[in-house]
């Protein structure tokens, strides 16, 4: 009895490891976030989508390149609200090794971001110094993932596995309660994880009710699902070049071509009956669709 004890424990200290050490990013992890401040307009919101779009290489080491785009709406000190587009711009380069996540600096140093390694107790010091009190769990879909909470900077300043701080998911740790960012809410292959309960991660839908007005882009696609080939029409008033890639929902890219024009037609027919994504991106934004293969 005690010999199967043991074997039990150790298959589960394993599988556990396993879980642990997986890869966290892929080309499908989405945080979107919300910023608040002030500046000579008004009091601003910016609803921000940070996105993977690439890689790169440097000194033998891959790194993500991410970029940022969203929605500004300012309420002017003379009264009323203007909405806005954030363009699309670089936001940052990050990998992970080993359960932890590195940026890469334009000082040409690499910085550790976070250890999802960290035990009840244990130090943390990028950042800001502050201990471990303890570790719960939320849930990416039906994948659990480990949260780190803190003794002094708790609540905006705990950090998920895989994910970062709730408070600037790809940046530091000890911002105050009242700062000016917050992780609203992160996806993955299709799965939804909402940090911050009360808003609605819709907002940056390229559907969404502000870019509808303005009417920036109109994408359909049809039918879907489709057993063999979909046809995708864009309309947008600036009608700039859109790179069309599809990728596998373990973040592969199976197809990329460009769209000079507005209609563009895929063969699905190679492919295995599953879901899949459409990435349409412009100079302006990206936009993320799921298809399915019937």
């Known amino acids: ?42 009091a601003y919101k910016e609803y921000i989508t940070i996105s993977i779009d690439g ?20 309420n002017n000190w003379t009264g009323g609200t203007t909405t806005s587009l954030v363009p699309k711009s670089f936001y940052g380069l990050i990998r992970e ?14 910085s550790l971001l976070y250890d999802f390694t960290k035990l009840i107790g ?93 009417s920036l882009v109109k994408v359909q696609i049809y039918p879907n699902p489709s057993s063999e080939k979909i046809s995708i029409r864009i309309d947008a008033l600036n009608q700039n070049d859109f790179d069309i890639q599809l990728y596998h929902t373990n973040g592969v890219l199976l197809k990329s071509q460009y769209l000079n024009g507005q209609f563009i037609e895929l063969n699905l027919s190679d492919y295995s009956r599953g879901i899949y994504w459409l990435k349409i991106q412009s100079p302006q934004q990206t936009l993320t669709y799921k298809l399915i293969k019937i």
């Open 1 to 42: 009895m005690k010999t199967l004890t043991i074997i039990t424990l150790l298959m589960v200290l394993c599988c556990s490891q396993s879980a642990f050490s997986q890869q966290q990013l892929d080309s499908t992890s989405t945080w979107k976030i919300l910023r608040n401040g002030h500046n000579s307009l008004g």
């Open 55 to 74: 890689d790169t290489t440097i000194q033998s080491k891959v790194y993500y390149k991410l970029y940022q785009h969203g929605i500004d709406s300012t």
């Open 97 to 110: 090794d080993n359960n932890k996540f590195y940026s890469y600096q334009l000082s040409g140093q690499e």
């Open 122 to 214: 244990d130090t943390i010091t990028h950042y800001c110094t502050d201990t471990v009190a303890f570790i719960d769990t939320v849930f990416l879909g039906t994948t659990p993932l480990r949260r780190w909470n803190f003794s002094t900077y708790s609540d905006m300043n705990s950090y998920i596995e895989g994910i970062g701080a709730v408070s600037e998911p790809i940046g530091g740790l000890c911002q105050l309660v009242g700062g000016s960012t917050r992780l609203l809410c992160y996806e993955k292959q299709g799965e939804q994880l909402i940090v911050t309960p009360g808003y609605s991660c819709s907002v940056f839908n390229t559907t969404s009710k502000v870019q509808e007005e303005n």
